[in-house]
């Protein structure tokens, strides 16, 4: 398909993220996500653009995320946008040019004109600050699991979307099981993930436990260590805000 750029570029503000759904192709999962114009009042309808993604793409965005959707026309003369991001929704300031004034939008009344940084590409590229600034932000509900608990629905991540995550922010994390107790119900673990930062290697512990007649899904061992790893990212920010009661 040969495309060419239609207009300039839209600075646009991500402000909703859909749970998964299935793809009517039956070739996996999808998001809807809501772009709105930052040149436009959020009451003013033409300044909504809708993009569905699959989930793979759409966890690469965060609600409140800047970006700038360069309008495409294909050669049947469909409309499309290319998505690049311009700013994320928190981190570090980084220098770059006199910012945009963008109207109608006080609360992003100005947006950089510099992409934002690449995830750090080695260990100890980013300081402990700025890991934490990443790994902070609310995650995309693309992300996130639930599970009945207490009688009340619980929102998580699991374990294996934090591994996912702290690959693209934390490269060469490590994490190992440094104690384990058993009792006559249950299993207790502690375990320590340790994060290379430009300011030194940075260490956080947490403990994890389960029933010994789990009736959940996987078993005392596993779910231990699932409950203690979450809880050590959550010390460097990751999903911490899902614990808030």
């Not at 980084?94 to 260990?123: D, F, L, R, Y």
């Not at 992300?143 to 608990?149: D, E, T």
């Not at 009792?183 to 290379?196: D, R």
């Not at 436990?209 to 790893?229: I, Q, T, V």
Request: proline share 7%; charged share 25%.
């Amino acid at each position: 398909m040969n495309a060419t750029v239609a207009t300039a570029p839209i600075h646009a503000r991500v402000a909703y993220i859909s749970e998964p759904k299935p793809s009517k192709y039956g070739d996996g999962y999808y998001c809807s996500i809501l772009f709105r114009d930052l040149s436009k009042s959020d009451d003013d309808e033409s300044g909504k653009i809708w993009k569905n993604l699959d989930t793979n793409a759409a966890c690469d965005y965060l609600i409140d995320d800047i970006v700038a959707l360069h309008p495409e026309t294909d050669d049947k003369g469909k409309t499309h946008h290319r998505i690049e991001l311009i700013q994320q929704a928190t981190g570090e300031a980084q220098p770059g040019p006199k910012p945009i004034a963008v109207k109608n939008h006080p609360v992003n009344a100005v947006i950089s004109t510099e992409p934002n940084p690449e995830p750090p590409s080695k260990p100890g590229e980013w300081s402990l600050k700025q890991i934490q600034s990443a790994l902070s932000r609310p995650l995309p509900q693309a992300l996130l699991a639930s599970k009945k608990m207490g009688g009340r629905d619980i929102t998580y991540i699991p374990w294996y979307q934090v591994n996912r995550i702290l690959d693209k922010y934390c490269p060469g994390w490590t994490w190992q099981i440094v104690r384990m107790e058993l009792t006559s119900k249950q299993l207790f673990m502690v375990g320590e993930l340790a994060v290379h930062t430009r300011d030194g290697l940075v260490v956080r512990s947490a403990s994890g436990r389960e029933d010994l007649d789990c009736s959940s899904y996987g078993d005392p061992s596993s779910n231990a260590e699932s409950m203690a790893f979450r809880r050590c990212a959550a010390k460097f920010g990751l999903g911490l805000y899902l614990y808030d009661k």
